[in-house]
């Protein structure tokens, strides 16, 4: 009996868990006897012999060699597309590398005209982080669902999505849940590489509307000298948007537009936009009053609260323009334009809500943080009040009320941040 407890004692070890160390110690002893406990070598020094003479030889260099030519097979076998596995696993970096110039190529556009805040390098959209190399710049690959060619060499990729994504706008919308919005969003930026289609007319147009911004900022500066007026200097290009995002509404049908803003740029906006006549507000300025202020509604406010209405030429018809009366009570103008916007759609019969269209101005400082735009963002989509999107304008010029570096203003990395509640695209435009 206690032999037999002697034999399975020494046995406990054999089991087949145990295999693969038993295996390592076995190949060990082969190739060094003295690498492996005494014990260990002992047991092995008493295993028989092949045919009673032949040693035991190491199987290691046999193990690898069939798992060389097994590697070797699977390389050469192809994949969906026809790709070997190793093609296949390239295939998959630049895809992934096309995807990280869709998410974070925003951060690394050029965008500040003032380079205020330094801008950190991204490793993710260097092509060596995938482990893509100098040598692959060459090779054709797919280029899964950008709106390009099926397929474009390495190089030809990298140029498009810079181009797109880290030019003079940066474009946020991965986060945008829905995929048939998201890739509507990239077939626009992608198939025009931004480089919209203008002709000679539409480039004397624009340069009309600039000449036309910067020449009244100009004028007001030398004229009326210490005066408020909250310039649009700097933001000039902020007048052939508007002039643009009018005509455009016009041509697809709005019959009103709505704006609402703050003081900076809307002495610019009434003259170039709503048409407001220069005399009036020159008037203002030297302290007279128009005929129609003269009623019983009269304020008596200054001049950069107050609104107007006109008409505007568009290509599909007279468009209704109403610029909404704002006070010193930044953001407040946000609800009430929506309210407004709400109550003619709903005056129109207007149920898809592209007929009246709300177009909102705001600075960089008050848009990240007064709480009334959150508390409008979350109502904007609730059925009771939503008026079918707002075009929101940011204009940005780095001067928080308080703050004199745009590092010190907020927590976020842009002051847009929070229209990401409702999942709104969000697009950053160098302003020169």
Not at 4 to 30: H, K, M, Q, V, W
Not at 189 to 216: C, F, V
Not at 383 to 388: A, E, I, K, L, Q
Request: negative net charge.
């Amino acid at each position: 009996m206690s032999e037999f407890l002697d034999r399975l004692r020494g046995t406990s070890a054999f089991y087949g868990a145990n295999a693969p160390f038993i295996e390592d110690l076995f190949e060990a002893y082969l190739v060094d006897p003295a690498s492996v406990p005494e014990n260990w070598r002992k047991h092995f020094d008493n295993l028989p012999a092949v045919n009673d003479d032949i040693a035991d030889v190491s199987h290691r260099q046999v193990q690898e060699k069939f798992e060389q030519l097994a590697a070797d097979h699977m390389s050469r076998i192809p994949c969906a597309g026809g790709l070997s596995s190793q093609a296949a696993e390239r295939q998959a970096k630049v895809l992934r590398l096309i995807n990280a110039y869709r998410v974070r190529g925003h951060q690394n556009a050029r965008l500040d005209p003032l380079n205020l805040r330094p801008q950190e390098p991204l490793p993710d959209l260097e092509p060596s982080y995938y482990g893509l190399t100098k040598d692959d710049l060459g090779t054709v690959f797919n280029t899964g669902s950008l709106f390009t060619a099926d397929q474009l060499p390495l190089r030809d990729i990298l140029d498009l999505v810079k181009t797109v994504y880290t030019g003079t706008v940066g474009s946020e919308y991965m986060h945008i849940v829905d995929t048939v919005e998201k890739r509507w969003i990239q077939q626009r930026l992608e198939s025009y590489k931004l480089e919209p289609e203008l002709t000679q007319d539409q480039r004397r147009w624009i340069l009309h509307m600039l000449t036309a911004a910067e020449g009244i900022e100009k004028f007001m500066h030398a004229r009326y000298v210490g005066q408020k007026r909250f310039s649009l200097e700097g933001g000039e290009s902020l007048i052939p948007m508007l002039d643009e995002l009018i005509q455009r509404a016009g041509r697809d049908g709005a019959e009103e537009v709505v704006i609402g803003m703050a003081h900076r740029g809307r002495l610019n906006v009434l003259a170039n936009i709503i048409g407001k006549p220069p005399a009036q507000i020159f008037g203002e300025f030297a302290g007279r009053r128009h005929v129609q202020d003269e009623g019983i509604l009269s304020s008596g406010d200054v001049k950069y609260h107050k609104g107007f209405s006109s008409d505007v030429e568009t290509p599909g018809g007279l468009v209704h323009i109403t610029l909404g009366f704002n006070p010193s009570h930044l953001e407040i103008i946000s609800p009430v334009v929506h309210g407004s916007v709400r109550a003619r759609q709903q005056r129109r019969h207007d149920t898809e809500g592209s007929k009246v269209l709300p177009v909102i101005l705001h600075g960089d400082a008050a848009f990240a943080g007064q709480g009334v735009n959150m508390e409008t963002f979350n109502m904007s989509q609730a059925r009771g009040y939503t008026v079918g999107g707002t075009v929101h304008i940011v204009i940005n010029n780095q001067v928080g009320f308080t703050t004199s570096n745009p590092l010190d203003s907020r927590s976020t990395t842009y002051c847009t941040d929070v229209a990401k509640v409702v999942e709104a695209p969000i697009f950053h435009v160098n302003g020169d």
